[in-house]
């Protein structure tokens, strides 16, 4: 919040910021949205909110996941599932919690021989990992501040479609798990993300209590990244795939392989 607003934005006498505030309900005048209850001071209970009113309108801006649960525990959204919760209905909109899209996205990894950029993990490769350090403290710069000398492309998977469907990301250094994961050694990782999904989740209600965060299903198929299967062939050729000899990759290798690793890169929208 420091980050984006200025201090003559927070010194604005028609603007108070409440951090460590969780809204639990849209308070609603018929099918107008008057103001909210919201648990303030970091509390977990419920049961503790406070009510703000609205002079003008409510901006509800929860992102994908959060936005539909209020307007959900709000009484706004799928019949079946309010009443399924016993939620009063307020506005019957079915396409709350509906049409979540997301950008799957695959990565795979390939070893070096040779240890050589600053995030590759190896003792032989520590002078330069010590010369990222500095640079890192004293100016702020360097491979530890996120100058990871990245490689970022789009492209199109097959010839003939209107725009580019897939965004590559390749990074100098051999990790998983969105970075969580470092392995030892020299490598490089290529992301491949389809850009165009056709997969459609939804997010549903989980409980009434709005502490608690609501069932997600990304509900991405499989299907989608085989759209790409022509650059996970190249890309599993070029890097390795386990053990298995990457010139006889069969459609169900393939498969295997991105409905094990196949994540999200965290684009969710689309659900009201
Ligand atoms: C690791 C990561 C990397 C990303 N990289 C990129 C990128 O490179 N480029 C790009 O374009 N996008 C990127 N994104 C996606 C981008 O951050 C999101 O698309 C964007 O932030 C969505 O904005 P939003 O305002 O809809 O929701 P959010 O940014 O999710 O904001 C919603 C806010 O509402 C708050 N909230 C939720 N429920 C409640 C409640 N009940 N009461 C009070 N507050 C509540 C949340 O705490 C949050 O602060 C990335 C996302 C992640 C997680």
Redesign the pocket.
Known sequence: MVAFLTPEVRARPNLDVIVD????KVLTDGKRATGVH?VVSGSADAANSVTFEATNDVVL????F?SPQ?RMLSGIGPKEQLNRHGIDVVHELPGVGQNLQDHADIAVNAKTSRIGMPLQIGLTNLQSQIKHLFLAIFKKEGAFVGDNEFVGSFFKSKPGIPANDIQMHVAPFYYKD?GATLRYGGGLTAKSCYMRPESRGTVALNSVN?MEGPLIDPNITIIESIQSKALAEDNLATCGYGDKDVNNLTDSDIKEFLRENIES???P?STW
């Not at 505030?21 to 639990?24: G, K, P, S, Y």
């Open positions: 505030a969780h809204t639990t919201a801006c929860g992102g994908a959060n209020l969105h709005p890169i965290y684009h929208v």
